[in-house]
């Protein structure tokens, strides 16, 4: 009696209530949350999907991603993706930064980037409604100081090296290629009547084309005089295992400091130069050399320009001259001899570039 009298009443004060419909919609609700608990998985089965796409696609970082993971999953592993929210990933960062062994800032944006780039995914796979790392901050990183090398440094460290890791320096210097990059080159890669080495994977769409200046032009003739199948074009330009060349180069540098300490030069610009500073050597010379910052950021094949503003300080002499440039004074004239790559680039529209990192000329190109 009490039911009906219930019913009666809700149908008097709300038109158009029918109990039937209500049952139905609770049925709906019932079934939807169903699926969803059907649906919710647990941060711990996320890294294996995640991990299939990144291995497979144009994550190259996936192997240092899957190490951070470790300090990732006991936090996180058991819980569901869409339980864990902004403040739970903001005190494990801070726990990375502020724990008994804190991480640098550029460290803990790793592990702020690799979170992000997983919630970006269960996102659209709808695990969860949101990236609960968009509300979370990126730590300030330092600067750092840029290693690059003179070339009486360079050629140091070349002749401190073996013979057969040499012309895999030269190059690296000479054409600013990652490890990776260089590693991964086969001899259909290389053009040599073009002057150019083709960089990247034609089927994900990013290609780059680097120009080959004389020397490393003259390396590559070297070595492919001596390629074992020549007529073989996926036969690869270099075989070198990272982690070994790593050792003997700390070794070389450490063999070119002794080297420039006895020859009463100063040897503590290399200290910590590592191989990735050949990368910045390639860059700096570009930048020290009047070369705009957007050419130079095409060169090095970096994504953003922001990368290559690092070196932008080492240029300002010449962009200094070419403010001056803009005045049309006397002084512009005697700042555009100073710079003649300010006065070649104020009277052609373009550079030749591949001359720059061995300031010898182009002749080396068939």
């Known amino acids: 009696m009490q ?38 998985l647990t941060f711990a089965a996320h890294p294996a999907d995640y991990g299939a796409w990144a291995s497979t696609h144009r994550e190259r970082s996936w192997p240092k991603s899957r190490t951070r993971l ?6 996180f592993g058991s819980r569901y993706l ?18 008994d062994r804190p991480l640098s800032p550029a460290s803990v944006n790793r592990y702020r980037a690799l979170l992000s780039a997983m919630f970006k995914r ?98 590559l003739v070297e070595l492919g005089a001596c390629r074992q ?30 080297a420039l300490s006895a020859a009463g030069k100063d040897a503590g610009r290399l200290n910590g130069y590592t191989w990735h500073g050949n990368r910045h050597t390639f860059a700096s010379r570009l930048v020290m050399a009047g070369v705009d910052l957007r050419t130079v950021q095409e060169l090095g094949g970096w994504k953003t320009l922001s990368m290559v503003q690092r ?23 005697e700042l555009s001899r100073n710079y003649p790559a300010l006065e070649r680039a104020s009277s052609a529209p373009t550079v030749d570039l591949v001359e720059v990192c061995d300031n010898k000329g182009h002749g080396g190109l068939a």
């Not at 029918?18 to 049925?27: D, H, I, K, L, M």
């Not at 869409?82 to 801070?94: G, H, N, P, Q, S």
């Not at 020549?230 to 070119?256: C, G, I, L, M, S």
């Open 311 to 333: 070196y932008a300080h080492l240029a300002r002499g010449h962009l200094a001259a070419a403010v001056e440039l803009a005045s049309g004074s006397r002084g512009a004239v």
């Open 3 to 40: 039911t009906y009298h219930a019913r009666r009443g809700r149908a008097l004060s709300e038109p158009g209530w029918c109990p039937a419909v209500e049952r139905r919609r609770a049925r709906e609700r019932a079934r939807a949350e169903q699926e969803r608990e059907q649906k919710r």
């Open 229 to 258: 199948r020549p007529d073989d074009p996926a036969e690869p330009v270099f075989q070198a295992a990272y982690r070994t060349v790593a050792r003997v180069f700390e070794r070389a540098v450490k063999a070119a400091q002794a």
């Open 122 to 219: 269960a996102v659209r796979d709808r695990h969860v409604p949101a990236n609960p790392v968009t509300g979370t901050e990126k730590l300030p990183e330092p600067g750092g100081r840029i290693m690059y090398l003179e070339p009486e440094e360079e050629q140091a460290i070349r002749d401190a090296l073996p013979p057969h890791l040499r012309p895999v320096f030269t190059v690296s210097i000479n054409t600013g290629l990652r490890w990776s990059e260089q590693m991964k080159l086969h001899w259909a890669d290389i053009d040599l009547l073009a002057g150019t080495i083709t960089v990247g994977q034609p089927k994900r769409g990013r290609v780059r084309h680097v120009p080959i200046n004389s020397v490393a032009c003259a390396m």
């Open 82 to 99: 869409d339980d864990i929210t902004t403040k739970d990933i903001e005190r494990f960062l801070a726990g990375l930064r502020d724990g």
């Open 70 to 75: 470790g300090r990732i999953l006991p936090v």
